[in-house]
């Protein structure tokens, strides 16, 4: 996963699992690094970019979407 340069949100409350490597989600207020077995929630309308931080593999993360209340 290369890095996103432009900040998106999603109608939706995204959570994601980090499966491999690592991964930055530079939230307002402060970075939050990934690593693999770790997990996230964050509300849709939250403003984020992400980027791979691994230097030896491919960042695979699972993203799962549910409704926004």
Same mark, same amino acid.
């Given at each position: 996963?290369? %890095?996103?340069?432009?900040?998106?949100?999603?109608?939706?409350?995204?959570?994601?699992?980090?499966?491999?490597?690592?991964?930055?989600?530079?939230?307002?207020?402060?970075?939050v690094?990934?690593? %693999?077995?770790?997990?996230?929630?964050?509300?849709?309308?939250t403003?984020?970019?992400?980027?791979?931080?691994?230097?030896? %593999?491919?960042?695979?993360?699972?993203?799962?979407?549910?409704?926004?209340?």
């Amino acid at each position: 996963m290369a %890095a996103e340069s432009r900040r998106v949100t999603r109608p939706r409350n995204p959570g994601a699992a980090l499966v491999q490597a690592r991964l930055q989600l530079p939230l307002p207020g402060e970075p939050v690094v990934q690593n %693999a077995g770790d997990a996230l929630t964050m509300p849709g309308a939250t403003a984020h970019t992400r980027a791979d931080l691994s230097t030896t %593999a491919t960042c695979e993360v699972l993203w799962v979407l549910t409704p926004a209340p």
